[in-house]
């Protein structure tokens, strides 16, 4: 995963949504470009929940 990929996941882990609209105003206020956030939201999207899920194991 791309590592701008994976902090935009971190972002959707952290504000427990998957709003796209949402997420695109989140990250535009953030560091992220708009292009970096079309290019990468889909694959944060998609590796989010087993993010997670590595985040909460023991």
């Not at 989140?26 to 079309?38: G, K, V």
């Amino acid at each position: 995963m791309h590592q701008t990929a994976y902090e935009i996941a971190q972002y959707i882990i952290v504000k427990q949504t998957d709003d796209i609209e949402r997420l695109r105003d989140i990250l535009s206020r953030a560091t992220f470009t708009s292009d970096e956030i079309e290019q990468h939201l889909p694959a944060a999207l998609a590796a989010a929940p087993s993010l997670k899920a590595r985040m909460n194991r023991p």
